[in-house]
């Protein structure tokens, strides 16, 4: 039998543009007030118009990968 991995992660939006869908999602269905919206697009901006975190989780998966 050969061991397996599952790697998860919720997720995170891809740019700014889709902050206000993510966010919507997030919160089953109920949207960001504008005020809301604004701030965490000014987030997302700030870093660069993306979050790490799918790139972090592919890399955390490779390297697990490897040690197994």
Not at 6 to 14: A, D, E, R, W
Not at 33 to 52: F, K, N
Request: a negative charge; charged letters at 20%; hydrophobic letters at 30%.
């Amino acid at each position: 039998m050969r061991p397996g991995l599952l790697v998860m992660s919720y997720g995170s939006p891809t740019g700014p543009d889709r902050v206000q869908e993510y966010y919507t999602h997030i919160r089953r269905g109920r949207p960001p007030s504008p005020e809301q919206l604004e701030e965490l697009v000014g987030r997302y901006e700030a870093i660069g118009g993306t979050t790490a975190l799918a790139a972090n989780t592919a890399d955390q998966l490779e390297a697990i990968s490897r040690a197994l």
